[in-house]
């Protein structure tokens, strides 16, 4: 059982950065993508960035310009690099794995992260 492991969160200023990371429990041998999604409270959560094994990042409206979504080489570890916070960003934020497979026989499957609280101050 694969888990994602989240960090980064915390509490920020309006204006200032934080930075997501998500580390896989396992090698992962093959995904389709990896994203991160947010929930305010009393909202349904949305999808904030995706980037595709080939790399292609792509990214919310209200994201555009200010947040970066990154992986590592080798498929591990993944980030969302976030700046110039708003106090509309403060959700839970979750990362997740789309069709996640750690080996070449496996079955795939979607992974989600714990959640981490970002909390931006106005």
């Known amino acids: 059982q694969v888990q994602l492991v989240e960090s980064g969160g915390g509490l920020v200023q309006a204006g200032g950065s934080l930075r997501l990371s998500c580390t896989p429990s396992?090698?992962?041998?093959?995904?389709?993508?990896m994203a991160w999604y947010r929930q305010a409270p009393g909202k349904q959560r949305e999808l904030v960035a995706t980037?595709?094994?080939?790399?292609?990042?792509n990214y919310a409206d209200s994201v555009k310009g200010r947040f970066s979504i990154s992986r590592e080489n080798g498929k591990k570890t993944f980030y969302l690099q976030m700046d110039s916070l708003k106090p509309e960003d403060t959700a839970t934020y979750y990362c997740?794995?789309?069709?996640?497979?750690?080996?070449?026989?496996?079955?795939?499957?979607?992974?989600w992260g714990q959640g981490t609280q970002v909390t931006v101050s106005s």
């Open positions: 980037i595709s094994s080939f790399g292609t990042a």
């Open positions: 997740n794995v789309d069709r996640l497979r750690t080996s070449a026989w496996g079955s795939s499957r979607t992974y």
């Open positions: 396992e090698y992962i041998f093959s995904f389709n993508a």
